[in-house]
């Protein structure tokens, strides 16, 4: 049986497959960056009450299964992490 999450009224179990890809597919994911990204994307998604169900990073892309509350809409959360990945590797 699911185990579904809940908020006050509901009950809950949504599951996003998002896919970040840098611009004109750099291939810039590996060594130092891709270890701290898998670390940062973490700490992002509990920031906004969230669970990483599952993520590969790929040389070019990441791909992440991503369980989000109803409360919080998806392009909400997946701009955020994607500005503060973008921003956080930018100062690397």
């Not at 291939?27 to 969230?50: S, V, Y």
């Not at 909400?76 to 956080?88: E, L, P, T």
């Amino acid at each position: 049986m699911k185990e579904y999450q809940s908020l006050c009224h509901t009950k809950w179990d949504c599951k996003y497959h998002v896919v970040f890809i840098p611009k004109r597919r750099k291939k810039m994911i590996f060594g130092a960056i891709r270890k701290h990204l898998g670390e940062t994307l973490r700490e992002l998604a509990e920031q906004k009450e969230c669970q990483i169900v599952e993520g590969h990073l790929m040389l070019d892309h990441v791909h992440i299964c991503i369980s989000i509350p109803p409360k919080h809409s998806v392009s909400y959360v997946v701009c955020d992490c994607c500005g503060s990945i973008k921003q956080d590797t930018l100062l690397r």
